[in-house]
């Protein structure tokens, strides 16, 4: 009797170890094949990631977000769990080592028929959901069971099953607070874009006013959109003014200011400023940058950060336009956030200083009956942007008829991608961003035509350099065709978008525009300019004032729209208001700035600073 007694107890021990061990082993598959399909779902999509670390953390994000991989890792869990209860010493021979293979065959079949056929079309809000509750029954019956079992098996055992249990459904939680939740929380999370078309002076759209139809697919944009009709550039250059517009905050506080004229001289942004795709990618958003190929759109600089994928596509509009819709594709839902950036507009290094698509070519350049044709005559290997250049600095006497054929190849490249924007403005509408999410386009920049006596755009902070269109298609096309005059900067942009899209920006120097759309400001704060320490502007009121090192000139915007005339003399009192109003913002600049971090000033190879010198950089 006592030994039959002390043979079950024995069993019963045995059975109790089996059972746990059981659901140690099957947590650490199931983790173990989560972990495998995430890393290799991270290699085949590329991420762009600040770090290996980074890479895995977010692509394991992406990858632990399938209901269908939590199923099989659910299953593969139970099963061996079962595969170990199976294998405890009650059963021999045959059966066991049948019962040790079969349900991890099971398992595994299960796993591959989920990963090849389950519907993938979730959304994220339910792919959180669903993950949940597949653990939490899962989490919920093993606790169940595994104190059923030690509370009858072994003394004791309901505590340690109950505590092993809660250890693991807390790991669980903890893995998807962070990664899976949030999609949950953004609930109908509304997919954002964000178009910037390089030097896209407002001026030349046909719905800023333009008395050619250079813009037809921009102006049936613009129908549906909320119109900002007075928008600027913190300064005409493409890194320090693309940094207020990913960042919200001036030049000096993002960092990406100049040191010198040089190529070789710009700075990048400082590393750790929050960027507005950060906030986006927290909240769950996929973030996604498919740019130019531009130096200053090149890992390094600062641009790229907070954005899961960053693609710099060399061509013009159509090649961007075909890599954004293999990633569209591929996102099967997920709400995300696009920056699209395009350089058709910029000046040229081929021939023409301004390119344009075949069939765009005489539009308005039809009529000219000079000479020009894109060279110098008597050096015939300076040509394009580097011939604008040459005009800039030794300030060549021109035609007014020459002027005004350069000016007119740049509406003529304008007409070109204004049809290839219109092919992506499409794809967002088929892929949702016009009726449940919010899509704006505009530009870091103008472009001068001699109106200061210069080509191009470099630091002139005049209006031909600095105004730039803002069209914003709010959701489902509210507001559209609204037209607000108030004026506004690139530095709100961020929060705008921001705001529509519910999502928290760490604080920032520009204001949501969405309160202008409400009731029309009696007084627009200043707008702030700069991007080198000598060379910085503010509007406020009817006035401008630009100051550059000592030399200071005031306009009068409402007399004198152009800013031709400086009224400076005229006004001393307005003079030293906004220059007080300048030294302020400078001094808060530098308290945010103060504390940031630079990673060091980006070299560019010689390779990237003779293409540069190609489109007219120095
Ligand atoms: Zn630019």
Not at 216 to 240: K, N, Q
Not at 302 to 326: C, I, Q, S, Y
Not at 352 to 375: I, M, Q
Not at 496 to 511: D, K, M, S
Request: aromatic share 6%; with cysteine; net charge negative.
């Amino acid at each position: 009797m006592e030994h039959r007694r002390q043979a079950v107890a024995a069993r019963r021990g045995a059975l109790s170890d089996a059972a746990w061990s059981g659901v140690r082993v099957g947590a650490a598959v199931g983790a173990a094949a989560t972990i495998g399909y995430a890393l290799l779902g991270a290699r085949r999509d590329g991420y762009f990631a600040d770090g290996l670390l980074d890479l895995a953390w977010h692509a394991l994000a992406r990858r632990l977000a399938t209901p269908r991989l939590h199923a099989a890792s659910a299953a593969l869990a139970l099963l061996g769990a079962l595969v170990h209860l199976a294998s405890a010493p009650l059963l021999r021979g045959w059966q066991r080592a049948v019962l040790r293979v079969a349900p991890l065959a099971a398992g595994g079949l299960l796993a591959l028929t989920g990963a090849l056929i389950a519907p993938d079309e979730v959304t994220p809000a339910l792919e959180g959901r669903s993950a949940l509750l597949v653990y939490g029954a899962l989490g919920a019956g093993l606790f169940v069971a595994t104190a059923i079992l030690h509370g009858l098996l072994a003394p004791g055992g309901a505590l340690r099953g109950a505590l092993a249990t809660v250890a693991w459904l807390v790991a669980t939680a903890i893995g998807l607070t962070d990664l899976e939740l949030q999609p949950a929380r953004a609930g109908a999370a509304r997919p954002i874009a964000l178009i910037s078309i390089d030097t896209l002076r407002a001026d030349r759209l046909g719905c800023y006013g333009y008395a050619r139809e250079t813009t037809p697919a921009l102006d049936a944009f613009a129908a549906g959109a909320v119109r900002f009709a007075d928008v600027s550039a913190p300064f005409p250059f493409t890194l320090t003014s693309h940094g207020t517009l990913l960042t919200g905050l001036d030049p000096a506080a993002h960092g990406a200011t100049l040191l010198g004229q040089r190529v070789d001289q710009r700075l990048p942004l400082f590393a750790d400023v929050p960027r507005v795709a950060e906030a986006f990618r927290a909240a769950g958003w996929v973030t996604i940058g498919v740019v130019d190929t531009c130096l200053w759109m090149q890992p390094g600089y600062g641009l790229e950060r907070g954005f899961m994928l960053w693609r710099n596509v060399p061509g013009d509009a159509t090649r961007k336009h075909a890599e954004l819709a293999t990633i569209l594709r591929d996102l099967r839902g997920r709400p995300a956030f696009v920056f699209f950036h395009v350089f058709d507009a910029h000046s040229d290094n081929k021939r023409l200083p301004y390119d344009r698509a075949p069939e765009d070519a005489g539009l308005w350049t039809g009529g000219y009956s000079g000479s020009f044709d894109g060279c110098d005559p008597n050096d015939p290997a300076t040509c394009a942007s580097k011939l604008l250049r040459r005009f800039n600095d030794d300030a060549v006497a021109l035609p007014d008829e020459l002027v005004r054929h350069i000016s007119d190849l740049y509406d003529e490249g304008i007409r070109s991608v204004d049809r290839r924007i219109g092919a992506t403005l499409e794809l967002l509408r088929a892929a949702g961003f016009h009726d449940h999410g919010a899509v704006a386009i505009t530009s870091d920049h103008g472009e001068e035509f001699r109106e200061h006596g210069r080509f191009m755009h470099d630091t002139q902070l005049h209006v031909e350099s600095v105004h730039v269109p803002l069209l914003l298609r709010l959701p489902g096309g509210s507001s559209g065709g609204r037209v607000v005059p108030s004026p506004a900067g690139l530095i709100d942009v961020a929060p705008t978008l921001a705001e529509i899209a519910g999502v928290t920006l760490p604080p920032v120097q520009g204001r949501s525009l969405l309160v202008a759309l409400d009731a029309p400001d009696d007084e627009p704060p200043p707008l702030f300019f700069g991007g080198e320490p000598d060379e910085e502007a503010v509007r406020f009121g009817r006035y401008k004032l630009i100051r550059q090192g000592e030399a200071v000139q005031l306009f009068d915007l409402a007399e004198d729209p152009g800013e031709r005339t400086n009224v400076a003399a005229l006004q001393p009192a307005i003079v030293e208001a906004l220059s007080r109003r300048l030294d302020e913002r400078r001094a808060e600049n530098a308290d945010l700035a103060a504390p940031r971090r630079r990673d060091g000033a980006v070299t560019p190879s010689s390779a990237e600073i003779r293409a540069m010198g190609a489109i007219g950089y120095q």
